[in-house]
């Protein structure tokens, strides 16, 4: 079985996937009387010509590492956003872009960290290394079907830093 080494979830090296949500830097701009900094529009959402955005809550059961990776699926209508509701390091799989996935990547979400997976992206299923595996998710809502799936074989084994 191959194995991959999950590294830490940077904005640079996510970028050919998605965007990392998160707090960094300055504030683009002081709210509230100047007690809340805004980091304004960190994520490029996108739900086609015949979705609406939806915000549901996710309840994943935790798992561990090594990590088995055996299903890759991604959403051609919309991009998936995903906000840890904990303040534990989460696992974030993805794949290169293709008709089928691509050579896999992994990478250590920390506490704080959310991501935005961009329309078409090959990702693995949702990954909290710890209780609560609570996630809200900000995703396309439509008639038209959102869900492509695809069984690894043989799978990989992801390992921590």
Same mark, same amino acid.
């Given at each position: 079985?191959?194995?991959?080494?999950?590294?830490?979830?940077?904005?640079?090296?996510?970028?050919?996937?998605?965007?990392?949500?998160?707090?960094?830097?300055?504030?683009?701009?002081?709210?509230?009387?100047?007690?809340?900094?805004?980091?304004?529009?960190?994520?490029?959402?996108?739900?086609?010509?015949?979705?609406?955005?939806?915000?549901?809550?996710?309840?994943?059961?935790?798992? +561990?590492?090594?990590?088995?990776?055996?299903?890759?699926?991604? +959403?051609?209508?919309?991009?998936?956003?995903?906000?840890?509701?904990?303040?534990?390091?989460?696992?974030?799989?993805?794949?290169?872009?293709?008709?089928?996935?691509?050579?896999?990547?992994?990478?250590?979400?920390?506490?704080?960290?959310?991501?935005?997976? +961009?329309?078409?992206?090959?990702?693995?299923?949702?990954?909290?290394?710890?209780?609560?595996?609570?996630?809200?998710?900000?995703?396309?809502?439509?008639?038209?079907?959102?869900?492509?799936?695809?069984?690894?074989?043989?799978?990989?084994?992801?390992?921590?830093?």
């Amino acid at each position: 079985m191959p194995t991959l080494t999950a590294r830490p979830l940077t904005a640079e090296a996510f970028a050919p996937f998605g965007d990392v949500i998160e707090v960094a830097g300055d504030p683009d701009k002081l709210i509230n009387a100047g007690m809340c900094g805004r980091f304004h529009d960190r994520a490029q959402l996108d739900f086609g010509t015949k979705g609406r955005a939806g915000i549901s809550l996710f309840d994943a059961v935790p798992r +561990h590492l090594p990590y088995t990776c055996d299903l890759i699926e991604r +959403h051609p209508e919309g991009s998936q956003a995903f906000i840890p509701l904990h303040q534990n390091p989460w696992l974030v799989v993805v794949a290169e872009a293709g008709d089928t996935p691509g050579q896999l990547h992994a990478f250590l979400a920390q506490p704080g960290q959310c991501i935005n997976f +961009h329309r078409g992206t090959w990702h693995g299923v949702l990954t909290p290394l710890a209780a609560p595996g609570l996630f809200a998710v900000i995703d396309r809502i439509g008639d038209t079907s959102n869900l492509e799936e695809r069984r690894l074989d043989p799978p990989v084994t992801i390992e921590g830093p």
